[in-house]
């Protein structure tokens, strides 16, 4: 097979900042995908549904013409979010989803929740309106390894979320574990996980052997083998629970190549023919439409998308090994191995 022909593809995790970052990015995502689940982890958090509708339509604006692709908003859920002003925004079309971050879990999480029983009516107003909470899944307490902070954050907060909010759909942003496959496999209609491009492809060997690789780096952390192959048996296996969200995360690489460098990888330009390779090394090509274009709708309970892309299998693939924005380069994330399929209309 070397022609593939999917539904268009979505992205259920997206970071696009703001800015000149937004004006150099939006374009790689929107060139493929018909929507993405838009991260609100700007400085200030996006926690009001009139900054969702401000933030949406300065991401119209950097939109190419000749694209067709639509934003789904998300709030930053605060210990002060305001369960009316929440509620609104869905009902008016604003928003779609709210995102859950443990403060200081990852970059500009500092305005996240310490106390969830200070969002209890809020999650409460979620579960009854049928809002998807989305969970950055991992603690912070420092005595925890950061290597175990998912499946920590698994027993001690999510479970107990869950069983204490009957009803409250639950995405599990980004696992990382076989412990992740395994809970979210066990959480019924109202749970789904997404999964990253990037935590398909690399262990935390790719982080740090033979010297430290900041592009990389990202949260939650990528971990041992044994978990990138969990991941791979649950995005090919066609499980309806498991969807793409690419979680790609730009960042300026002067800021990555750092010191203390920053959390992401940016993959939104070159995702879609890695996962056709990932998915064709594991016989799983027909699995690709499920996990990047239908799986997601159905738990978003939105319809797929009309339009269709096609892919083409040949001579390994040139992508740029960086984009340029106005305030310097960011770099591609790169998968250590030849692409061949190639996105062609
Ligand atoms: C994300 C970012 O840079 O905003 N970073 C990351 O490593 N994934 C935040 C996040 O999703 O954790
Ligand atoms: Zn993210």
């Not at 900042?17 to 493929?32: C, F, I, K, Q, S």
């Not at 942003?173 to 996980?193: F, K």
């Not at 990047?292 to 892309?309: C, D, K, V, W």
């Amino acid at each position: 097979m070397d022609r593939l022909t999917l539904r268009r593809p979505d992205d259920w995790h997206l970071h696009l900042r703001d800015g000149e970052m937004l004006r150099a990015v939006t374009p790689e995502t929107a060139r493929h995908f018909g929507r993405a689940i838009i991260m609100p982890n700007l400085v200030p958090p996006v926690v009001r549904g009139a900054e969702a509708a401000a933030y949406r339509d300065r991401i119209l604006a950097a939109i190419p013409e000749s694209a067709d692709f639509k934003p789904l908003m998300t709030l930053y859920l605060t210990e002060d979010t305001d369960p009316a002003d929440l509620v609104a925004a869905h009902r008016d079309g604003i928003i779609t989803a709210v995102k859950l971050y443990p403060a200081g879990a990852t970059t500009n999480s500092a305005s996240g929740v310490r106390n969830f029983d200070k969002v209890r009516p809020v999650l409460e107003a979620m579960a009854e309106a049928g809002i998807p909470l989305c969970t950055h899944g991992e603690v912070v307490d420092s005595h925890v390894d950061i290597f175990d902070r998912e499946a920590v954050f698994i027993d001690t907060v999510l479970d107990p979320l869950r069983r204490n909010t009957p009803g409250l759909r639950v995405v599990m942003e980004h696992i990382t574990t076989s412990q992740g496959v395994d809970y979210a496999r066990s959480g019924g209609e109202d749970l789904g996980a997404t999964i990253t491009t990037h935590h398909l492809v690399i262990n935390r060997n790719a982080i740090l052997v033979g010297g430290i690789k900041p592009h990389y780096y990202c949260l939650p952390v990528a971990k041992r083998e044994e978990h990138r192959l969990a991941l791979r048996e649950a995005a090919t296996s066609g499980d309806a629970c498991f969807f793409l969200g690419t979680d790609s995360a730009p960042h300026l690489d002067h800021l990555k190549e750092n010191a203390c460098g920053c959390a992401g990888c940016f993959t939104a330009t070159n995702t879609m023919s890695i996962l056709a390779e990932v998915f064709e090394q594991d016989g799983a090509l027909d699995k690709l439409e499920g996990f990047a274009s239908l799986n997601g709708p159905r738990f978003y309970r939105l319809p797929p998308n009309e339009s269709q892309i096609v892919l083409e299998k040949g001579a390994p693939v040139d992508y740029p090994a960086h984009i340029d924005t106005v305030e310097g380069p960011v770099t591609v994330f790169d998968p250590m191995m030849p692409l061949h399929w190639r996105v062609v209309e």
